[in-house]
């Protein structure tokens, strides 16, 4: 459901049937929604921050909007999609771009971990944050405690509960345990204001360890957290403005402070920041306080006048913040946009076609019906702007069937008189089904990281036993009535090092994670089940973190300068990942670290692409296919050793593991080869790519040593696959 609290609470052949009649009801909503002030006098602002913003292509503007589980594909056949009931986004991407429909997560498929995935261009292993959206660490003594995976990009581990955890590590770290690179720095250094609205980790997510960091444990901000808290969090959270060198917007007349980025490559001194509703919006409002597009005046449900909070970053309030940011000197913009199937805040959750749900995607596609007329009107337009539009990961609906059973929402609304995650005891359904009471926490989620006090080691007969036990556990339906197997997929550290889920940070790395049938919330409650053990929850009923189609298929849409008209695409297989270095690609800009994704140079103009790549285009692409296929978290090779991996937790007794013991040593190797290979396909695309030190060797890609690559690639996913077949249940 939700996006940003330290709780853990917050088949792909479903068919594309998109709305025949779109251009006509694009057409009437058009005539209905009130006019859009034009930017006017505000407009004339952009030109000092777009005067000193250097980027390619004729590119002037960049507008990035991530979505919180909003959906491409329909949900039931009957009803259209969730961008099926957004004609003026949908429309917007397809006549002017291309929509990706087959762009995938990484692991595990939370808000924390996917956006901060797509910011960056590089997996969790080397962002920090592995298990969202929020995670546990161990401490000294064998115990784990709860850590959030929204705090700002400095900040070290967030645990709520604790003022001084045990683990000093930065919550967003890169594979050699400093601080990850920020995503703002490329754009910054090129002359760019870049604006965060509600993006993960670019803002202040929290006023427990964020103020603190960003203003001083003694500073007025400090102190008003402490006189009124409500206030504060509305005052300071959700919004910044990272600031190119120098730039008078974040002046300390302005209430800028120092945007400090301790360990980023090749320095970062002197740049300034803007943190919060309270310091930015005199900048980009200058006239009066914020209001959305529907003309409120921003504020909190508790009528906290400033950032309403993320489950209230609905799409009026979110466009609205950036539209003003860009009217006013901040041409690069990153944004987050609530989901649309929950009642905010607090729930109940909506079924597809229901009432509140559709009313909820048609005030979105008022919103950005009004958003790219008003963006018109100022002369921001896909000739001039690179418009990045996606999703985190799809959810998982959980209830039975609608009533009537052919509704389709917009003509007869769908009722549901069953709906809601299954939530599952796990300590409950260990005891009392397999007699396992080992004390342990978990992540709560449907796919839960499970951490056994005491951090035994992966063989420790303790751990192998839990393990086993857990891959044998059932549960009754309470919607079908019918006794299910609960274990999707296992994987310990063994399997997760493939899947990119092992930190640089051993406290945090939990002992395995289960990934379970996507219709059960797992939490873990009393060791019995005299309370029931299974049980409906109608408050929550879209589950994300497993592996299941709906979830980690998602879509991405590309518009501007640069980007082919390919309309809605469904063959270019990508990931998240692919989405930071096609931007950086397109603006003519270089990150100070390797990308783990590509550039999806199947999706952009020749003339975007740089030589290299243009000379070798054929050659590229299958490198960075099979890039995909053996390196993403739901890539082949990462979906065939999952069933390894499940297969070998599962196996073995007591008093014998040999089946764990070969198949986690096979797994070790396969994961080593892959790296070995992943390396030389990177170091080929990103010389190719951004030049550096793999140009040299990209410009001498030839036909046969690509061939070789690939037959490399192929033979590492066929012993995959037999190993699999060989040891299959």
Not at 361 to 368: E, I, K
Not at 713 to 721: D, S
Request: hydrophobic share 35%; aromatic share 8%.
């Amino acid at each position: 459901m939700c996006h940003r609290t330290w709780s853990q609470r917050n088949p792909v052949g479903g068919r594309f049937r998109f709305i025949e009649a779109s251009c006509l009801l694009l057409l009437i909503i058009s005539i209905l929604l009130p006019a859009v002030k034009p930017g006017g006098a505000a407009a004339a602002a952009m030109s000092e921050g777009d005067a000193t913003c250097r980027l390619k292509n004729g590119i002037k503007h960049v507008i990035y909007i991530q979505f919180d589980n909003v959906h491409l594909m329909r949900d039931n056949p009957n009803v259209p999609s969730d961008l099926e009931q957004m004609p003026h986004l949908l429309s917007f991407i397809e006549s002017n771009g291309v929509m990706l429909s087959n762009n995938h997560t990484p692991l595990i498929a939370h808000t924390g971990t996917d956006i901060l995935t797509s910011l960056t261009g590089v997996y969790p292993d080397r962002h920090g944050v592995a298990v969202s959206n929020s995670y546990r660490y161990f401490n000294p003594d064998g115990t784990s405690s709860p850590a959030s995976a929204f705090a700002y990009w400095t900040d070290p581990i967030y645990d709520p509960t604790n003022p001084t955890p045990t683990d000093t590590t930065y919550n967003m770290l890169n594979e050699l345990g400093v601080n990850a690179p920020a995503p703002w720095v490329s754009y910054t250094r090129a002359g760019c204001n870049v604006g965060g609205v509600g993006a993960a980790n670019m803002v202040l997510e929290n006023t427990g360890t964020d103020i603190p960091t960003v203003f001083g444990a003694d500073s007025p901000e400090a102190h008003e957290v402490k006189a009124n808290p409500g206030q504060a969090y509305a005052d300071f959270v959700g919004i910044s403005i990272h600031c190119a060198l120098n730039n008078p917007l974040c002046s300390s007349e302005h209430n800028g402070k120092p945007d400090l980025l301790p360990d980023e490559p090749g320095g970062y001194e002197g740049y300034q920041a803007l943190f919060g509703h309270k310091y930015v919006v005199p900048q980009i409002s200058p006239d009066g306080p914020l209001t959305d597009l529907d003309g409120h005046i921003i504020q909190d449900s508790q009528g906290h006048i400033g950032f309403p909070g993320f489950d209230g970053m609905e799409a009026s309030v979110s466009l609205a913040y950036v539209a003003a940011m860009q009217e006013h000197g901040v041409p690069v913009t990153y944004a987050y946009i609530s989901d649309a199937h929950d009642k905010h805040p607090g729930g109940p959750a909506f079924g597809p076609g229901q009432a509140g749900y559709v009313a909820a995607l048609r005030a979105y596609d008022q919103a950005f019906a009004r958003f790219f007329q008003r963006l018109e009107q100022d002369g921001i337009t896909p000739a001039n702007t690179l418009f990045v539009i996606t999703a985190d990961e799809g959810d998982h609906f959980v209830g039975g069937p609608p009533t009537p059973v052919d509704c389709d929402g917009i003509n007869v609304p769908c009722s549901y008189s069953v709906i809601g995650e299954i939530n599952v005891n796990l300590t409950g359904l260990l005891a009392t089904q397999q007699g396992v009471t080992t004390p342990f926490q978990l992540h709560a989620d449907s796919a839960p990281a499970i951490y056994i006090t005491g951090n035994p080691g992966r063989t420790d007969p303790v751990t192998r036993a839990f393990e086993r036990a857990t891959g044998k556990l059932t549960a009754v339906n309470p919607i079908t009535g019918k006794t299910e197997q609960l274990t999707q997929y296992m994987a310990d550290p063994v399997e997760m090092k493939l899947l990119h889920m092992v930190t640089a940070d051993p406290a945090r790395t939990p002992t395995f994670v289960w990934f379970a049938n996507p219709d059960y919330y797992l939490y873990a409650g009393p060791a019995n089940c005299n309370a029931p053990c299974v049980q409906v929850v109608p408050t929550y009923a879209w589950n994300h973190g497993d592996i299941a189609p709906d979830i980690n298929r998602t879509w991405l849409g590309l518009v501007g300068p640069g980007v082919r008209h390919l309309g809605l695409n469904d063959s270019i297989w990508a990931d998240h990942a692919d989405i930071r270095p096609t931007m950086m690609e397109l603006l003519g800009l270089k990150d100070d670290y390797r990308h783990d994704g590509r550039v999806l140079i199947e999706a952009l103009d020749d003339s975007a692409l740089p030589p290299t790549v243009r000379r070798s285009r054929g050659l590229l692409l299958q490198l960075g296919q099979l890039l995909k296929r053996i390196d993403a978290p739901v890539g082949d090779l990462a979906l065939s050793t999952l069933r390894i991996s499940t297969l070998a937790l599962e196996s073995g007794s007591p008093d014998n593991d040999s089946t764990y013991t070969r198949m986690a040593s096979q797994l070790q190797l396969l994961t080593a080869q892959r790296n070995a290979l992943a390396d030389e396909l990177l170091t080929l695309l990103e010389g190719a790519e951004f030049g550096g030190s793999g140009q040299q060797a990209a410009a001498k890609l030839t036909p046969a040593r690509t061939a070789n690559l690939v037959a490399k690639g192929n033979n590492l996913l066929q012993r995959a696959r037999s190993l699999t077949t060989r040891h299959s249940r």
